[in-house]
């Protein structure tokens, strides 16, 4: 039987013990590579683009020959204003990188002996980078599309004549929510998050190709998308797959983002929920790839991506 590609040597491209042996030297000319690779990480200006700075190696600056602006390897990027050392942040991106399904804020403060909130801002920035590469992506091909229901738990009560039915909408938080994936067989993942599994139908069809073939399971509101596409149905209280249609991709999916919420988590705050399922959507399209290869595209994507409007100054209090 062959080797699952997971617990082998090629999976296992990338240490902590390697990150922190490079030292900060080398941790910042990886960031400059990564920032600059057409120039080999020589310094571009973020403000007018010209090719000509001076280098202010006192402060790890650079100041621009044309605009005199001065700016930073992180200038312009989710990582801009940080605080942590270049050799903290690789080993942070890491640490997220080897968490075949996530890794928890509290662990992380503690690996890094960072506070709590440093931790949490800072995958919550490298979950919004790794979402922006499925911004504008349409499906196609063979589109598997389920939907299930996350948060809002509710604790029963103690005493058995004071149980209620939690399946009952008056007896529900309100704050439970429904995360729908539209998965390509062997290709890539759009997820929505949504009050109902309902609400997602118009969803699919905006960002699945028509001429897409899609499968889902027999729960009704997936009835309007044989308008649109060629549509395939399972009843998944007769079989999981009846040797035609079969949603067990989504399932896969599912099956990642429930063990994030119960085992790594245990608890996903409603308006954060999207950004865990598109972070699970991720590392199932990625999860082929070897761990440098993830943390490299996920630091990759983080030097890519602008400013964070949601988590800058999160920890800054009002006047």
Not at 101 to 130: C, I, N, P, W
Not at 132 to 158: C, M, Q, S, W
Not at 208 to 229: F, K, M, Q, R, T
Request: aromatic content about 10%; overall charge positive.
């Amino acid at each position: 039987m062959a080797q699952h590609f997971l617990i082998s040597a090629k999976a296992r491209t990338l240490s902590l013990k390697a990150v922190f042996r490079m030292g900060e030297d080398a941790a910042y000319r990886t960031f400059c590579e990564m920032r600059w690779p057409e120039t080999d990480g020589e310094a571009v200006c973020p403000k007018c683009g010209c090719y000509e700075t001076y280098n202010i190696t006192t402060r790890r600056r650079f100041k621009c020959v044309a605009c005199y602006a001065q700016f930073s390897v992180t200038s312009g990027t989710i990582f801009a204003s940080r605080k942590l050392a270049f050799t903290d942040l690789l080993a942070a991106i890491a640490i997220f990188a080897n968490g075949a399904k996530g890794v928890s804020a509290l662990q992380a403060s503690r690996d890094l002996d960072v506070q709590y909130k440093t931790a949490f801002v800072l995958f919550h920035k490298l979950r919004e980078a790794m979402i922006r590469e499925a911004h504008g992506r349409t499906l196609d091909g063979i589109v598997e599309v389920d939907g299930a229901y996350f948060g809002g738990y509710v604790k029963p009560a103690n005493e058995r004549e004071n149980r209620r039915d939690r399946r009952l909408v008056a007896n529900q938080s309100g704050k439970r929510k429904s995360v729908v994936v539209m998965r390509e067989r062997d290709g890539e993942t759009l997820t929505f998050v949504g009050k109902s599994e309902a609400a997602g139908v118009a969803v699919v069809r905006e960002h699945v190709a028509s001429s897409a073939v899609i499968h889902a399971d027999e729960a009704s509101h997936w009835d309007a998308l044989h308008g649109s596409h060629e549509t395939y149905r399972i009843n998944h209280s007769v079989s999981y797959s009846d040797g035609v249609a079969c949603t067990n991709m989504a399932e896969s999916f599912f099956s990642r983002l429930r063990r994030a919420e119960i085992g790594v988590h245990h608890h996903i705050a409603g308006p954060y929920l999207p950004s865990y399922a598109g972070e699970m959507a991720w590392r199932e399209d990625n999860r082929r790839v070897d761990n440098g290869g993830q943390a490299a595209k996920m630091a990759g994507a983080a030097m890519e991506a602008p400013v964070s409007r949601a988590w800058k100054g999160y920890w800054q209090r009002a006047a």
